[in-house]
């Protein structure tokens, strides 16, 4: 009760309303009693001795609260000017009435001249500009209403009265009084509220944005008001005056040299006891209320708020956290209704919009995609088909409130989404049996990713490796043997010369049948090989090895019968019944399976080997055979077989062919982060990949094991 009486007190002492009637009524009282006549008489020296201190006392409540402009000079001047020049002849002191007259014209020619040289389209520093502000400052006192009716006052006041005279002392006094007052401690309000009025209020609501930001006008003695500021305000829409918003200060800026905030409601209208003056903002400075509060509307994970040009697919949003740690790749979650929707970064850009005059502000506009909601049956994201309200807040997560059920195999976590608990899911055997290509840079962790798959899938598959830089033989454990013994390599490889060696000769001279026996010994030496490791209960990976990385056209007709051969004894053995799975890893895959302009040999003899593994490619998965491509540029890559590759992981990458490429499979949005992922962060998407849309993921747990 006390504060409310004290609230109410200050109200009135600080109302220029007021103060003016409170003023005036005492003028008038004491003219009443010493005069017997509420108003002076109508001498000349009476006339201008009372209109000096009314308007001294007119200036600092109305006419000059805060600043004298130019133009404020120029209004009070001139007509002093006038009045002055024809009363001349009734001044005693004609010394005085040059001195004002002199000072008029000064005053009133500077003003003039500030007009005329500042241009508010120019930089402060342009000479006009300087020249026109020192000006300013030159008149910024003796310009003032209250300095020139002062003059004429105190003039009229030592000229005809006694200031021992009661009355006229009281005068002087009631001027002394006036001039002491703080304009900037004074407001319009005329009519009282009862509602609390103390150092909590920071300024009232001028207009909304979308429902849930406020434009709030600060109170010019509220400086100290800073972003991410908890407040609480009612709002003149809102039928019941028990109910409270509460908000965060959004932004600050300037306008119109007046201090600005936006606020934004963080929580549906709550009902409060203590009344609240509508349309006045009223910050929370209780710190255990202010911890309980930051806690429950989630400031700390405040990114920023939804903003006009996001879809269902894609948010865009003003960027504005309390601690700058948003990267590309984090976790988003906004409420949409009942529902809780996760959104990944995939950019952010500065932007700056012109306010007024020469103010601007700066800011940050990010993007992220739309994953869904969480289902934790299929350890995945399901789409959600609407787009989030203008002015949504959104917060950073790290979902660890989500607990996600034990995976089984063929279901394996391949990483996380970035900094949180969410596991990304591929399933080996679609993964597998549909083809995977793990694209990227050397060093970006796409060749550990391949020993965790393999190591995996090993139970139930049988791994060929096509590894002409013998990386397998030296990073798997145990490392593994080759799949075509030596002697056989060495009794393939001389009929295979003999056979080009053959073939170089003319048609005529060509020996047709050894030429086609010595095809058949080799597909049978293979044979033997390849089933004795198809059929072996304790061998599961194997490598196909070559003494030479060149593609010598021997060297490719090689890989051309061993590939057909492992294709043809897959095939009869889905018909016999006897199906097994197999997946042939291609490492360094542009050795195997170059793009025909990269080859190293005739374009003929390696379209061939191309030919025969797109074959299987195509026809594999009805014969329980697939792919794991390796591949640092996908330029390099047949797109025979890569096309084939419904399941896609790729590491960094800067080139522009794999941004064509890749941009098919995840989207040419997503694809602009590849240049800048970190070491072991992956973009996945495909068939495998449980998930409806491409993630960006961090496979550093893996890369560490």
């Known amino acids: 009760m006390k504060n409310k009486i004290f609230s109410n007190i200050v109200f009135y002492i600080s109302n220029r309303f007021i103060l003016f009637i409170i003023f005036s009524t005492l003028f008038i009282t004491l003219n009443i009693l010493f005069n017997g006549s509420p108003l002076p008489s109508t001498e000349i020296k009476d006339l201008w001795f009372y209109s000096g201190l009314f308007m001294v006392w007119f200036s600092i409540l109305f006419i000059e609260p805060y600043y004298t402009s130019p133009k404020n000079v120029i209004t009070t001047v001139i007509p002093l000017l006038l009045v ?176 600005w905030a936006k606020i934004l409601q963080m929580k549906d209208p709550e009902t409060e006891d203590i009344k609240l003056e509508k349309n006045v903002v009223y910050k929370i400075s209780d710190r255990a209320k202010i911890e309980e509060i930051s806690r429950q509307i989630r400031v700390d994970d405040f990114v920023g708020v939804i903003i006009e040009g996001s879809n269902i697919g894609k948010i865009k949003f003003e960027y504005s956290k309390k601690v700058d740690d948003l990267q590309e790749g984090d976790l988003l979650e906004l409420r949409v209704g009942l529902k809780r929707l996760f959104y990944q ?49 959104v917060f950073k997560t790290d979902a660890s409130d989500i607990e996600v059920p034990e995976l089984t195999y063929p279901d394996y976590e391949l990483g996380k989404i970035p900094r ?68 056989t390599s060495i009794e393939v490889t001389s009929r295979i010369d003999w056979i080009n060696n053959e073939l170089e000769k003319f048609g005529n001279q060509q020996d047709k049948n050894q030429i086609e026996l010595k095809k058949s010994e080799i597909k049978a030496a293979l044979e033997i090989d390849i089933n004795a490791f198809l059929s072996s209960p304790t061998d599961s990976i194997k490598v196909f090895e070559l003494p030479d990385v060149s593609n010598t056209t021997g060297i490719l007709d090689y890989t051309k019968y061993f590939f057909k051969v492992l294709f043809d004894i897959a095939k009869g053995r889905q018909i016999a019944n006897n199906p097994l799975k197999i997946c042939v890893v ?75 490429f890749l941009g098919n499979y995840v989207g040419k949005e997503i694809v602009q982060v590849l240049p800048n992922l970190k070491q072991f962060h992956a973009v996945v998407a495909g068939k495998a990949i449980r998930s409806n849309v491409p993630l960006i993921i961090d496979l550093t747990r893996a890369a560490n094991d």
């Open 586 to 660: 291609l490492e360094e895959a542009h050795t195997v399976i170059p793009e025909w302009n990269f080859s190293g040999s005739s374009d003929k003899t390696s379209q061939s080997v191309v030919n025969s593994i797109g074959q299987i490619a195509l026809q594999g998965r009805k014969y329980g055979v697939g792919f794991l491509v390796i591949a640092q540029r996908t330029a390099n890559v047949s797109k025979t077989v890569l096309t084939q590759c419904n399941t896609v992981i790729c590491f960094q990458a800067f080139d522009e062919t794999s941004f064509n």
């Open 84 to 259: 002055f020049l024809s009363i001349k002849s009734l001044f005693n002191n004609s010394l005085f009435w040059w001195f004002a007259v002199v000072l008029f014209l000064l005053l009133l020619l500077i003003s003039i001249l500030i007009t005329a040289l500042e241009n508010k389209d120019e930089s402060p520093d342009v000479w006009r500009n300087k020249m026109a502000n020192i000006l300013k400052n030159s008149i910024s006192i003796l310009g003032k209403g209250k300095v020139l009716y002062s003059i004429i006052f105190i003039y009229f006041l030592l000229s005809y009265y006694s200031i021992q005279n009661v009355y006229t002392l009281i005068l002087f006094v009631f001027w002394s009084i006036i001039l002491i007052i703080d304009t900037k401690e004074i407001h319009n309000k005329f009519i009282p509220k009862l509602y609390r009025k103390d150092t909590d209020q920071i300024g009232e609501i001028f207009g909304v944005q979308s429902k849930k930001i406020f434009l709030v006008k600060l109170y010019e003695d509220r400086k100290k008001i800073k972003k991410f500021d908890i407040v609480k305000f009612r709002y003149s829409m809102q039928d019941s005056k028990d109910l409270v918003f509460i908000g965060i200060v959004f932004d600050t800026y300037l306008l119109n040299q007046e201090k």
């Open 420 to 487: 949180t608990t969410l596991p990304s899911v591929i399933n080996l055997n679609e993964a597998i049996s549909h083809h995977i290509a793990l694209l990227g840079v050397t060093g970006s962790g796409k060749s550990f990713l391949a020993y965790e798959i393999i190591n995996q899938i090993k139970q139930d598959t049988k791994v060929v490796c096509i590894d002409f830089n013998k990386e397998f033989v030296t990073r798997l454990t145990p490392a593994p043997g080759n799949i075509i013994s030596e002697a």
């Open 345 to 393: 970064v995939i950019s952010g850009v500065t932007e700056e919009e012109k306010l007024e005059d020469r103010n601007k502000t700066g800011f940050i506009n990010g993007e992220a995609l739309q994953l869904g909601e969480w289902c934790d049956t299929d350890f995945c994201f399901k789409k959600f088909g609407w787009v989030p309200a203008i002015n949504t807040p």
